[in-house]
Nanobody, 122 residues
Framework: QVQFVETGGGSVQPGGSLRLSCVGS????????MGWYRQAPGKQRELVATCTRDGRINYADSVKGRFTISRDNAEHTVYLQMDGLKPEDTAVYYC????????????????WGQGTPVTVSS
């Protein structure tokens, strides 16, 4: 079974920083795309940032210049460094992985982590 576990969420004041991490289970062989989405109360889930295995990165306009995504392909881990946080960044942040292959030869089109909450408030 393939799982992704997120850590690093919490509460911070406006202007503060947080770093989210998402680690895939040890039976993973490869992941084409890893990224972060978020869902604020009463809103639809939206893209934050994604990173392909060969390093192509995409950011939502709302986080460009403030958030930085990075990944460690060998460890099947993706990070999200969030600086200059604003109250509108408050949401549950979900790790997303696409085109996943396991050591056993199984493939998954898309999987999600359980989510980690981020609250930005004074």
């Amino acid at each position: 079974q393939v799982q992704f576990v997120e850590t690093g969420g919490g509460s911070v004041q406006p202007g503060g920083s947080l770093r989210l991490s998402c680690v895939g289970s040890t039976n993973i062989f490869s992941i084409e795309s890893m990224g972060w989405y978020r869902q604020a109360p009463g809103k639809q889930r939206e893209l934050v940032a994604t990173c392909t295995r060969d390093g192509r990165i995409n950011y939502a306009d709302s986080v460009k210049g403030r958030f930085t995504i990075s990944r460690d392909n060998a460890e099947h881990t993706v990070y999200l460094q969030m600086d200059g946080l604003k109250p509108e960044d408050t949401a549950v942040y979900y790790c997303n992985a696409r085109d996943i292959w396991t050591m056993q030869g199984y493939s998954y089109l898309e999987l999600w982590g359980q989510g980690t909450p981020v609250t930005v408030s004074s």
